[in-house]
């Protein structure tokens, strides 16, 4: 099994709906993050979370929202999504030192 | 806050040569330099980091090298092979559990048959 886990793989979803992204993880990592992929634009950051009563926003939180259930799980809810939002979502690990991420396989949403 | 800018944005190399991408940062304190690797339909993967207090890294066919004084850092592959072929990503943090990185936007490498 894969140490991050992403559900869904892929979604397509329509403009206005609510929607949640959820990862999991086996490493044991306190850490978790989650990330938007754009073509040319990178990896950005969304939200972190260090520990389970951690939460904090990223470079690109608005239109986004998380929820830390648990150490190991870590979900992104869009909402009310708008086509703007379609891309690549990842869901990361670290341990406390913070460096060396394990990412997940990602998502692919597409908001027709 | 800290500033990665990574070239180029696309490189096509012929199987056997080298291929290297280059990464400039802005903050002086940053004194850690992870590369991912990400192919296609998969996360990005550490493939090699490096920190301030060396100046290069090997791994067999990839090296990292870092310039504190310029503040840049380079990912070099050498004998490339057609499976090197990914979008590869540079990032630049300061270490320890505050921070996050922050990540370039990345390479895509093509190495042709």
């Known amino acids: 099994d894969a140490d991050v886990t992403q559900t869904p793989r892929n979604r397509i979803t329509k403009t206005g709906k609510r929607i949640m992204l959820e990862c999991s993880q086996t490493?044991?990592?306190?850490?978790m993050y989650w990330y938007r992929q754009d073509p040319g634009l990178g990896l950005r950051l969304i939200y972190y979370s260090f520990d389970v009563k951690d939460i904090n926003k990223g470079e690109i939180s608005d239109g986004y929202s998380v929820s830390r259930q648990a150490q190991a799980k870590f979900s992104l809810s869009l909402e009310s999504a708008i086509p703007n939002q379609t891309a690549l979502y990842f869901c990361?690990?670290?341990?406390?030192?913070?460096?060396?991420?394990?990412f997940g396989s990602g998502t692919r949403l597409t908001v027709v | 806050g800290e500033n990665v800018e990574q070239h180029p944005s696309t490189l096509s190399v012929q199987e056997g040569d080298s291929a290297v991408i280059k990464c400039t940062y802005s903050?002086?304190?940053?004194?850690?330099f992870p590369w991912y690797k990400q192919e296609l339909g998969k996360g990005p993967q550490l493939i090699i980091d490096i920190r301030s207090n060396v100046g290069e890294k090997k791994d067999q066919r990839i090296a990292v090298t870092l310039n504190k004084t310029a503040k840049h850092f380079s990912l070099h592959i050498t004998e490339t092979q057609p499976e090197d072929s990914a979008v590869y990503f540079c990032?630049?943090?300061?270490?320890?559990?505050?921070?996050?990185?922050?990540f370039g936007r990345g390479t895509s490498l093509i190495v042709h048959p």
């Open positions: 990032a630049a943090s300061k270490g320890g559990g505050s921070y996050i990185p922050t």
């Open positions: 903050d002086s304190a940053s004194n850690y």
């Open positions: 490493k044991g990592h306190d850490r």
């Open positions: 990361a690990t670290s341990d406390l030192s913070g460096n060396g991420y394990t």
